[in-house]
């Protein structure tokens, strides 16, 4: 195996990794913000894939034009579905959460199965025209625009959460609701801001992915690879989300290239279970005291 | 209410469902082929639906891949019985144990899992049970599936609907009986035990672990059961029918039927694979009216379908409503 070979295959690792650290970022967002683990996550992806198929096939708005509408149109789904439908599900248990959700999703997979009947399953980006050279490695751009644009966004996530009031108050809400509330947060609102920017990441990982892997209605599977991203992080940081999506990426796209697909399409599930069993708080996390 | 009780269930629950199981016997015969099919699919349903509701409703473990146990069943009973030569009525109860290993092979793992994480772990475990039939063709048929012919009984093929029919009545009866004898056990009230609360069951000297694991291994046994009929009855099995959509009708099925209920079970089971059929028009539509079930029995009706009759009836009799739901709600959790 030369250099070059291994250099292309970091580059693709690191992009389908960046995209499931997206999606663990949505997922661990909602979390922490609601207390929802939203199943239907991973349907938000395909919606946000569909919606950018649609604003770029049908109406033929150009590249960045779909991109910002699209943000824009599924976080206002992604505030609709929390005032409608999760919020009364809050103070539910978890296996009622875990199936509502599921069926939410079951319900948009539909939905953008029966609603784009068309063949075309891609959407152009900018990049595709664009060939990138490192010396004699030809690297695709859109993987690169992949990686840059998910680091863009996590950054801008940690300075919000640092640096913002409304980001302050997003963690004021998740560490004790009560509390927030009593120093005048409006919980409410924040609740719905959360969902409307854990969707807004889902939709960009769809974005992201669409051109790459096709767009179709099975896409939302990719919610696995988010929990796993996630859960290797300990489900609470931003960081470790991070490295947990990137490790998962390299991890399956070397294993796939040395020991073949069979490999590439257990690494998640094999991940996850070693975590879960051997570090359950993460690799960066602590772990915590329950409450009996 | 009737005097008389047979093994704990009121009189008036016994003539009841004697009366079903002779509706069940003797109207078959006037029906034609493709209500024989439709109903052999609903009690292997109703198979499937006891075994979950028993992991889930009864020992409130979420499980996401009972559609995988029942693919471990398929395949092993029609290796057993097409490749090895093996009587069906010997590969049926060994893919069975075979998927019940399975479960107890997953459920390991799982007792250190609660809520969501144990929902996401099963979520993997189906897409890996799905990649593992693709990924060996020699045993699966790989995505091209296999067939898997009727068994034999006394020497005669049950190649007509109707006959294989009355097999999978009789062994959906035995379901019944064991998870009804089961649930009155000792592990059956300690499966309620867990679910209430994991540390008071655990100060009461309720093995956490073992119950656990036994509740796994009992789900997946039925599910293997209920996955080597459904291989035979429809004669053709390919990955895709044990996707994550069955698992979650399973879901649906229980939770739409009643949790923790056999009496749910059967109901959620019956009328959520027969009214699909009936209502064939929206087939196109049939994901997003389960989906919009679901929801919809979580919020209104989370007891399901079985706290619906004592409801019923206390508004009827009037006086006293609530103190007949609780006690009437209560029967229904047993």
């Known amino acids: 195996m030369t250099t070059s070979i291994v250099l292309q295959l970091i580059v693709a690792g690191l992009s389908s990794g960046s995209i499931y650290a997206l999606v663990g970022l949505g997922l661990m967002l909602a979390f922490k913000g609601t207390g929802i683990v939203n199943f239907a996550h991973g349907e938000l992806v395909a919606l946000g894939a569909y919606a950018a198929l649609f604003f770029s096939v049908v109406l033929k708005l150009p590249y960045w034009q779909v991109f910002v509408l699209t943000l824009i149109f599924c976080g206002f789904v992604g505030v609709l579905l929390e005032r409608t439908l999760i919020r009364p599900l809050m103070r539910a248990p978890s296996f009622t959460i875990v199936v509502a959700t599921l069926a939410i999703g079951l319900m948009i997979k539909n939905v953008l199965r029966l609603s784009w009947q068309e063949s075309v399953s891609t959407f152009p980006t900018p990049f595709d025209e664009l060939s990138l050279r490192v010396g004699e490695i030809s690297i695709n751009p859109n993987y690169v625009w992949i990686i840059s644009c998910s680091f863009a966004i996590m950054g801008l996530l940690a300075l919000f959460f640092r640096k913002n009031l409304t980001g302050k108050a997003m963690q004021a809400v998740s560490q004790n609701t009560t509390a927030a509330r009593l120093m005048g947060i409006r919980v409410s609102r924040i609740f719905s801001l959360t969902f409307a920017v854990s969707s807004a990441i889902a939709a960009l990982a769809g974005i992201l992915m669409g051109p790459v892997v096709g767009v179709e209605s099975e896409m939302g599977s990719v919610i696995l690879k988010g929990f796993v991203a996630a859960i290797l992080g300990g489900f609470n940081s931003l960081p470790g989300c991070v490295v947990g999506g990137l490790t998962l990426g390299l991890l399956e796209t070397f294993g796939g290239a040395y020991f073949g697909g069979t490999f590439k399409a257990v690494t998640a599930f094999v991940l996850l279970m070693f975590v879960l069993l051997v570090r359950p708080h993460g690799i960066f996390g602590r772990a915590e005291a329950r409450r009996v | ?334």
């Open chain 2, 1 to 334: 209410m009737s005097d008389f009780s047979l093994m704990g269930v009121s009189g008036r629950a016994v003539i009841f469902g004697a009366a079903l199981l002779l509706l069940a016997l003797a109207l078959p015969p006037f029906f034609g082929s493709y209500h024989h099919y439709l109903a052999s699919l609903a009690l292997i349903n109703v198979i499937m639906a006891i075994g979950l509701n028993i992991l889930t409703g009864n020992a409130g473990q979420i499980s996401l891949c009972n559609s995988s146990f029942m693919a471990i069943g398929a395949y092993a009973t029609t290796y057993l019985s097409v490749k090895l030569g093996l009587s069906y009525w010997l590969a049926l109860p060994a893919a069975g144990v075979i998927s019940a290993i399975s479960g107890f092979l997953l459920g390991f793992p799982a007792l250190r899992l609660r809520g969501f994480y144990l929902a996401v772990v099963t979520l993997g475990f189906l897409e890996v049970s799905q990649i593992l039939i693709e990924q060996l063709p020699g045993i699966t048929g790989g995505v091209r599936g296999i067939s898997s012919p009727r068994p034999a009984l006394l020497g005669h093929t049950l190649s007509s609907d109707l006959s294989f029919y009355y097999v999978i009545l009789a062994i959906t009866l035995a379901t019944l009986w064991c998870a009804y004898s089961l649930l009155r056990s000792p592990t059956g009230r300690a499966f309620e035990a867990i679910r209430s609360s994991e540390a008071a069951a655990q100060t009461l000297a309720v093995p956490l672990a073992q119950t656990k694991l036994a509740a796994f291994v009992i789900s997946a046994f039925f599910a293997g059961i209920g996955g080597g009929l459904f291989a035979s009855l429809v004669g053709f099995i390919d990955p895709l029918e044990f996707g994550v959509w069955t698992s979650v009708r399973h879901v649906v099925f229980i939770v739409v039927g009643g949790l923790g209920s056999i009496t749910g079970s059967v109901l959620g089971a019956l009328v959520l694979t027969v009214l699909p059929e009936v209502l064939r028009a929206f087939k196109e539509y049939q994901e997003f009216v389960f989906g919009g079930l679901l929801l919809v029995v979580l919020i209104v009706l989370p007891h399901g379908l079985v706290s619906l009759g004592p409801k019923i009836r206390a508004r009827l009799s009037g006086g006293g409503a609530t103190k007949s739901v609780i006690a009437a709600q209560r029967s229904a959790a047993e």
